[in-house]
């Protein structure tokens, strides 16, 4: 999956599966990590990359709606 770096203080990059409906989600940090987000719409991921704020477009739409898991960064 290509991750696509994004302007965000919490926020590195985001990548997006189209066919697993996977939403991947790299948060700054020492050590960063990755969350995978499942069902997510190729919608959603293409509102995620155009919202002004990636932190709040994240908490708002994504965190709470969706299951997710850590996975290796």
């Avoid at 770096?5 to 940090?29: P, Q, W, Y």
Wanted: hydrophobic share 40%; proline share 5%; aromatic share 10%.
């Amino acid at each position: 999956m290509n991750m696509e770096a994004v302007s965000s203080e919490t926020i590195e990059s985001i990548g997006f599966d189209n066919h697993s409906r996977m939403l991947a989600v790299k948060f700054k940090g020492s050590p960063p990590k990755v969350h995978t987000y499942h069902g997510v719409t190729l919608e959603l991921y293409r509102q995620f990359l155009a919202a002004p704020s990636k932190g709040k477009f994240f908490h708002a739409k994504v965190k709470s709606v969706f299951p997710s898991r850590e996975v290796a960064a």
